[in-house]
């Protein structure tokens, strides 16, 4: 939870360099270095369009104050059933119920270890 809130607060950029139409380099947080392109063409004063940047930033949120009116009505609904089975799993059951308390065991007419010859020594 406090990674998804570092993320979604913190204002970030992707840079992307690209070479005659190939990916070369990535870079968040920082510009992205060059393929040495644009260094041969300020040189030789010649115009070539290989290279290109791509920059997209994501701005993070400024304002956290998120109210359950805020929220549609089918949000409310799922928050409201979601706390209600969590908390519902930490109920403290102080008997543990005992499911054939009203089927007494069988009546046995025989011994059965006796009839089979089977004893605990």
């Given at each position: 939870?406090?990674?998804?809130?570092?993320?979604?607060?913190?204002?970030?950029?992707?840079?992307?360099?690209?070479?005659?139409g190939r990916l070369?380099?990535?870079?968040?947080?920082?510009?992205?270095?060059?393929?040495?392109?644009?260094?041969?063409?300020?040189?030789?004063?010649?115009?070539?369009?290989?290279?290109?940047?791509?920059?997209?930033?994501?701005?993070?949120l400024d304002d956290?104050?998120?109210?359950?009116?805020?929220?549609?009505?089918d949000q409310q609904?799922?928050?409201?059933?979601?706390?209600?089975?969590?908390?519902?799993?930490?109920?403290?059951?102080?008997?543990?119920?005992?499911?054939?308390?009203?089927?007494?065991?069988?009546?046995?007419?025989?011994?059965?270890?006796?009839?089979?010859?089977?004893?605990?020594?």
């Amino acid at each position: 939870m406090a990674l998804f809130l570092l993320v979604s607060t913190t204002s970030w950029t992707v840079e992307k360099h690209y070479c005659m139409g190939r990916l070369m380099d990535i870079a968040i947080f920082q510009e992205a270095e060059g393929c040495g392109m644009q260094l041969l063409d300020a040189e030789e004063n010649i115009e070539m369009n290989c290279c290109s940047d791509e920059v997209t930033f994501v701005e993070g949120l400024d304002d956290l104050k998120i109210t359950f009116n805020d929220l549609s009505s089918d949000q409310q609904l799922f928050i409201a059933a979601y706390t209600h089975s969590y908390f519902g799993l930490f109920d403290v059951v102080l008997e543990q119920p005992v499911p054939n308390k009203d089927y007494p065991p069988p009546i046995l007419v025989r011994d059965i270890q006796v009839l089979d010859q089977v004893f605990i020594i």
